[in-house]
């Protein structure tokens, strides 16, 4: 079974852990590591010599913000391509925007319990290794994930 590498940076233990363990449940392959904000991310990506499938960030952290860190993923040639998904509790519209314009493929308001948790991430990784574009066309109406399709 080949490994699947998700990075996650979110200052929110509890939440952290909720996010790792939905993931365990769903595919025993995929390897999450953690980072408690952007900085963290660059960090875990510089020590590592395979590129994740996938990173997630939450907007509001300290030391490197989600905005900070997509910033910098998006600039660099190696972590460009990387699918990112912004992660946050805010569903404001304005959030939304940035996100996109910033590069981010999905914006995804973090649900309040495990099974919507579970169901929102399992549509994300069901397809990983396909190519997330085709995933998240038929995503648009999940309540959770607001996907952005720009080329």
Known sequence: MQEKMILLADDDQDDAEMFCEALAEI??????HCSENGNGVLNTLKNQDKIPEIVFLDLNMPIMNGWECLKQLKSEERYKDIPVIMISTSSYINDMDTAANL???CYFVKPNNFDDLKQALRLITSNLENGLKETFSNLEKNKYLHVFLAE
Not at 27 to 32: A, F, L, N, Y
């Open 27 to 32: 595919d025993e392959s995929i390897v999450c």
């Open 103 to 105: 590069g981010a493929v």
